[in-house]
């Protein structure tokens, strides 16, 4: 299992419990509430 490092984006749906994050290879992951990341996009 590979080690990401994320970064997380500030957005005003944080407020509503959905994260945005960037991890070290430019992708974009979400986090909605207490459920685990997702791969949002694909490069």
């Not at 957005?11 to 997702?38: A, C, M, N, Q």
Request: cysteine-free; overall charge positive; proline content about 7%.
């Amino acid at each position: 299992m590979p080690n990401y490092y994320f970064k997380e984006i500030w957005t005003p749906l944080k407020f509503f419990g959905i994260h945005f994050y960037r991890d070290d290879e430019d992708r974009y992951w979400i986090k909605v509430w207490s459920y685990p990341r997702r791969l949002l996009t694909k490069s």
